[in-house]
């Protein structure tokens, strides 16, 4: 079974729209990390936020927005006003406090039309 | 303070030969971890590896594929007797804790082999 699920294969919107990307995780762990990564057209892994399990307060970075809860097992992001810049790849990864491994999703592609 | 380095960022290899991928991680960090990225698909996990130590290397296909990291240099990526299907980005990770409780990867720019 997946550890990681971003449902979303691609997501296109209009530039100055808002976007959720989704990401919904499964572990039996009580102590694991999340975490989003961008990759732009030039194919580099940008790391964007963690949050551990135990957080789950919701984080705001600039235009960028994580919502994390533990209910639904999901840990979505939210880029406000969206710009061009913003045309990405956006991976969704867990990390358990037992484990070695980074379990990425599939990824959502994002692009953002001018 | 230099980040993960790749090297080469680009590989032709005709089928038979062998690849060989090399990753610095950044100053100070003693894991590294080796990730595949087939066109159009999420990172697959190959191995986890600590300074002469093959910790995880349970996404690793069973043939042809082997990793180190001396204690002195880069960690290597082996690929012998290449194949079309090898072709892909391979990313290397590097983190500084063991166990990587916590420690977000922080990544190189990839080596994207091609194999004619």
């Known amino acids: 079974a997946q550890k990681v699920t971003q449902a979303q294969t691609e997501i296109s919107v209009v530039e100055k729209e808002d976007v959720t990307l989704d990401c919904v995780y499964e572990t039996r762990d009580t102590t694991y990390y999340l975490f989003w990564y961008k990759q732009p057209p030039s194919g580099e892994l940008v790391f964007l936020i963690r949050r551990n399990s135990f957080d789950e307060q919701n984080e705001i970075s600039g235009r960028y927005s994580w919502n994390f809860q533990k209910s639904t097992s999901s840990f979505n992001f939210t880029i406000t006003a969206s710009q061009v810049v913003d045309s990405a790849v956006y991976f969704c990864?867990?990390?358990?406090?037992?484990?070695?491994?980074?379990?990425f999703g599939t990824g959502t592609s994002l692009t953002v039309i001018p | 303070n230099a980040g993960v380095m790749q090297n080469p960022r680009h590989l032709v290899r005709r089928r038979g030969q062998e690849a060989r991928l090399r990753c610095s991680p950044m100053k100070g960090h003693s894991h590294v971890y080796w990730y595949r990225q087939l066109p159009e698909e999420g990172l697959k996990f190959m191995v986890y590896?600590?300074?002469?130590?093959?910790?995880?290397e349970s996404g690793m296909p069973k043939e042809r594929f082997s990793a180190e990291f001396p204690k002195e240099g880069p960690s290597i990526l082996r690929i012998q007797q290449v194949v079309r299907g090898d072709s892909a980005a391979y990313f290397c990770?590097?983190?500084?804790?063991?166990?990587?409780?916590?420690?977000?990867?922080?990544f190189g720019n990839g080596t994207r082999l091609t194999v004619t």
């Open positions: 590896l600590q300074k002469e130590n093959i910790i995880d």
């Open positions: 990770a590097s983190s500084p804790q063991a166990g990587v409780v916590g420690s977000p990867l922080h």
């Open positions: 990864a867990l990390s358990e406090a037992t484990g070695n491994q980074f379990y």
